[in-house]
């Protein structure tokens, strides 16, 4: 890929050039590389940058705050791929107010999660987010007295266990970057990683209201 | 379930006094059997409905007004379970903006989105905004260079194929409603399949990120 200037970085990327200056400022892309008072050429590593701002923006719904905070890890190699992914993942919402520490509810939907997590052998933080997020969601089942059995807790968490390993050994497969500016495969594989957890998470919730309409049209249709 | 009192329903629901009250002047919640010029009495129906609003408005984030929707389909016997549950499922955000028709990504994608379904042989209306929802994410991964190949879109389809129809399975479960008032079993069906969509949904994100955040430990931790 030859050097391209603003208005092709613009063109390619699909980002406008006004919104390209400002992430330049806000420092959420590198610069380019200046070859005059008024030109600066631009590579891949900087359309790559903008696919990923986009990403996080436009599907991640993420507020330009936390985009910021996650350019940053991405870009420490200090930060190790596993610790920028919690990082990342974290960011993500919904953010579900945790109800008060008496609430009898509460209590017991923590506990079923603490122990789904152990009887599978999971590795997650006791500070992970997405544990609060399942132990609202059990909370809310258990409190709605119409909510039906389900398949069961297993059934979801081996399904998504296998998609989730499925998804991090495709990392393997993403080509090293060509950049002449010999910027480290570690960004390449961190930008990979947060792109895939962002977009591939909608891809499921997607493709289960699919299938959802169409168990439902086989079932009560 | 003796009857309740105002006071009781709030408890048992979780839902403010003030705000049952609310509901109950907006029609979103059937008046209870008034036994003084001041008291009424409310029964398992009430509290049903009160849990299915919570779990729309706190776990599914719907606007009211889409609520108010959702419960008329849910109380008309007229509209068939797969009709209301279409109806539920299509107010459930996020209603991503379409790209113009001649966006050559997102025809590529569109094109994916209706091979995938006509292949796996799936019952989807057309106007289904699930496809838009999985095509604008398709467009997303194409557009980005650094998504990564992921296991490929069937392995999703047919994981969400599998759980779906253990769910809609699981429906067969849910007891018949045990009201005085003769309410019919539709309606307790129609209640238990909107908590399920809504609920497990989420139940699928949170289980999804926490089974990736042990795949990422094991590999890159």
Chains 1, 2 share one sequence.
Do not use: C
Request: charged share 20%.
């Amino acid at each position: 890929m030859a050097p391209m200037l603003m208005a092709e970085l613009s063109r390619r990327s699909g980002v406008p050039v006004a919104t390209v200056k400002y992430y330049l400022r806000e420092g959420l892309l590198p610069p380019g590389v200046t070859t005059s008072a008024t030109r600066a050429e631009y590579g891949p590593s900087h359309l790559r940058r903008l696919g990923l701002i986009r990403a996080l923006l436009e599907i991640g719904e993420m507020p330009l705050a936390a985009i910021r905070k996650i350019l940053a890890v991405t870009d420490n190699e200090a930060v190790s791929v596993h610790e920028m992914l919690g990082l990342v993942q974290y960011e993500l919402g919904p953010h579900p107010a945790v109800p008060p520490d008496g609430d009898p509810d509460w209590q017991a939907a923590t506990r079923e999660v603490n122990e789904l997590i152990a009887s599978l052998g999971w590795i997650v933080e006791p500070a992970a987010p997405a544990r609060t997020l399942l132990a609202v969601t059990l909370a809310a089942l258990h409190r709605t007295a119409s909510a039906p059995p389900g398949p069961g807790l297993r059934a979801y968490a081996e399904a998504m266990a296998g998609l989730a390993a499925a998804e991090v050994a495709s990392l393997d497969a993403v080509p090293p970057p060509r950049t002449p500016s010999g910027e480290g495969s570690r960004v390449a594989l961190a930008e990979s990683a947060v792109v895939g957890m962002v977009l591939y998470e909608r891809v499921i919730v997607a493709l289960r209201r699919l299938a959802q309409e169409d168990a439902s049209a086989r079932y009560f249709g």
